[in-house]
Nanobody
């Protein structure tokens, strides 16, 4: 069974960068499409980005296009989310999730999340 663990969150000033990692265990990551989601206080959880099995196809929500980059290294069983030019509205708990369809629910496997706080 796929198990996912996020890391790399923290406190960063506006305009700064963070790289989140989503490490898989229990089975090989290359059988799963992966999505990154975030949940901000008082808001619904939203999809941020997603990547297909090989990394050849990606999608981003409009608010992060040009600032965030999703990638994967199947040899390392890890998916990354590079976040640049961070804004306060990027604050939230970031989760990665695995599913069998590209950028579509259901996502059957979820990590516990990593907190990202963008503040001066």
């Amino acid at each position: 069974q796929l198990q996912l663990v996020e890391s790399g969150g923290g406190l960063v000033q506006p305009g700064g960068s963070l790289r989140l990692s989503c490490a898989a265990s229990g089975t090989t990551l290359d059988s799963y499409n992966i999505g990154w989601f975030r949940h901000a206080p008082g808001k619904e959880r939203e999809g941020v980005s997603c990547i297909n099995l090989t990394g050849g196809s990606t999608n981003y929500t409009d608010s992060v296009k040009g600032r965030f980059t999703i990638s994967r290294d199947n040899a390392k069983n890890t998916v990354y989310l590079q976040m640049n030019s961070l804004k306060p509205e990027d604050t939230g708990v970031y989760y990665c999730a695995g599913g069998v369809r590209f950028c579509s629910p259901p996502y059957n496997y979820w990590g516990r999340g990593t907190q990202v706080t963008v503040s001066s």
